[in-house]
């Protein structure tokens, strides 16, 4: 069921919150923000694996070899940030 209406008459579409939900670092949400304009790309948690096309893992979140964990390079930084080393 993607959509309904909750009990305040307001229609919810659940498959718009999953969307949104993708659109946040999980880590953000889970420990808390981290520098002001550092992004994971600038992270050293921050790995690339190499397939057919790349995916990119935060090791903090782990890796189900799924689309559940692939991580946004562009995403804000969390509070587990740690600049790496070299990159600037
Ligand atoms: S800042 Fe680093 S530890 Fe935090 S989510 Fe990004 S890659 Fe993972």
């Not at 949104?20 to 992270?43: D, L, S």
């Not at 694996?49 to 995403?75: F, L, S, V």
């Amino acid at each position: 069921m993607a959509k309904y209406t909750n009990l305040l008459g307001e229609e919810v579409d659940t498959d718009e919150m999953k969307k949104a939900r993708r659109k946040i670092n999980p880590m953000v949400r889970a420990v808390g923000p981290g520098p002001e304009g550092m992004k994971c790309k600038h992270c050293r948690f921050l790995y690339a694996k190499e397939y057919a096309r790349t995916y990119y893992k935060c090791e903090w979140r782990g890796d189900t070899n799924g689309p559940g964990t692939d991580h946004k390079i562009n995403w804000p930084a969390c509070s587990k940030f740690q600049k790496e080393e070299g990159n600037g």
